[in-house]
């Protein structure tokens, strides 16, 4: 592999990437941290950039500190344990004021200090492992960086601590047996920290009824495992001696949120930091500040509808759109359970439904879309509508970038901007805005 003369580091950008510019080629280099000088193996190169590797670092950032995994630097996925976690905070916040400024053309805008997670290791309560084959023994892993390459995955320092054992039976399971009755592709663990279960969720290509049960049988009487569901992501299971979804116990877990107990099935998503996600909620609700006025909320992308079933717990009229059926079911038995009234699911696509929306039917609109951000129906939908506040969460800082630059050419300010560090040792951050409109 070829090496580079000494780069500089100037910055940390998304994705975890340290930035070094020489003459006109911009090379990203995985682990570097600001104000480092380094020596680098280069990897892809296009026209103007290239990726690359520290071969030696000769000048150590402050920051800097031994990674504790023993394959962080093969595993894909953190890219931030090398550095203190004060400066992992400090790093992902200028990302995202550089994303609102360099996509949203986003300036002058008041960013809270980010929130840290009260766990920067073991906070994990949800966690897909690929399964592979090495040297004929079966393991739970994950896959290098940039790759399909496997990597074994069964220490991981990010998952939570009821769930190592779950973990670690399973791989011990899986390395008993010479074959498999069914490809299996991928396991999720899902836990619940208020209750202390755990639910295991199996992905094969395809199985017949038969093999379905034994592969189900592989991962019989875990402790605290109280539900096992295989699905099949083939398209040919419509045929019938393959299975779409087989169930064994229980096919939802329950966790407690804020003083509420949430359902969340097999179908649904499922929070994999659940004190942050806490920590959200509570920001938003002393934003809207719904005790003190009967709030209309809307939001959008409701998931399992902790958000509002929280806000109506705490006063608002809150309706809820979700285009998940099942994780729709999970809010409503949720608000049942939680004898929250005051509150409406409507299960249907976000788009569809807006359009629906008259102008000031709500006071405010929450929404948490997937990583790709809002469509452009969307964003036509709520200019129309206009509502006097939105408050958009999102995982990622380029898509929320790109869509506020949208809501605020329909007449909108950002009031104020708070991050949270959802997912700690990694570039990822979870950000909560408020506009508000002019």
Not at 300 to 327: D, F, H, I, R, S
Not at 359 to 382: N, Q
Request: charged letters at 25%; glycine letters at 6%; a positive charge.
């Amino acid at each position: 592999m070829p090496t580079f003369p000494s780069l500089t580091i100037e910055r940390v950008v998304a994705g975890g990437w340290g930035l070094s510019r020489s003459d006109s080629m911009v090379t990203f280099v995985r682990g570097g941290l600001p104000d480092e000088v380094v020596t680098v193996a280069l990897g892809d190169r296009h026209r103007h950039y290239q990726f690359a590797t520290i071969d030696e670092i000769l000048v150590t950032s402050p920051h800097r500190i031994p990674a504790p995994c023993s394959v962080y630097d093969e595993c894909g996925g953190c890219q931030f344990q090398h550095a203190h976690y004060e400066a992992q905070l400090q790093y992902k916040q200028r990302v995202l004021k550089e994303s609102f400024s360099r996509i949203g053309h986003i300036e002058q805008v008041t960013f809270n200090d980010p929130v840290p997670s009260p766990f920067p290791y073991e906070y994990r309560r949800r966690v897909r492992f690929r399964v592979f084959q090495q040297h004929g023994t079966f393991h739970l892993g994950f896959v290098r960086e940039r790759s399909h390459h496997p990597v074994k995955g069964v220490g991981c320092l990010l998952v939570s601590k009821p769930m190592k054992g779950v973990i670690e039976d399973i791989e011990g399971r899986l390395a008993g047996q010479r074959r498999l009755p069914a490809f299996l592709s991928h396991v999720e663990i899902r836990s619940s920290d208020a209750f202390g279960t755990h639910q295991i969720l199996c992905t094969v290509s395809r199985a017949s009824p038969n093999q379905a049960r034994e592969l189900l049988d592989l991962f019989a009487e875990i402790p605290a495992v109280i539900g096992c569901v295989l699905t099949s992501s083939s398209a040919t299971t419509s045929q019938r001696r393959f299975v779409r979804r087989v169930v064994r116990g229980e096919p939802h877990l329950f966790e407690r949120f804020q003083d509420m107990v949430i359902r969340v099935s097999d179908r649904s998503f499922m929070q994999a930091n659940w004190p942050v996600y806490a920590m959200v909620f509570q920001t938003l609700a002393d934003w809207l500040n719904v005790e003190d006025r009967q709030m209309r909320v809307l939001e959008l992308y409701a998931g399992v509808g902790c958000m509002g079933l929280g806000l109506a717990k705490n006063g608002a009229l809150v309706t809820e759109v979700e285009e998940n059926p099942y994780a729709a079911a999970d809010a409503k038995k949720s608000a049942s359970q939680n004898h929250i009234g005051r509150y409406r699911m409507r299960t249907a696509k976000v788009e569809d439904f807006l359009e629906t929306v008259a102008p000031d039917e709500y006071d405010v609109i929450v929404m948490d879309p997937p990583r790709t951000g809002l469509s452009r129906r969307c964003i036509e939908s709520l200019g129309r509508i206009r509502p006097p506040r939105m408050l958009y969460l999102s995982c990622d800082a380029s898509s929320l970038a790109r869509d506020l630059n949208r809501l605020c050419a329909t007449q909108y300010h950002i009031r104020l901007v708070q991050a949270f560090d959802m997912f700690p040792q990694t570039a990822h951050i979870e950000t909560l805005v408020e506009l508000v409109r002019v």
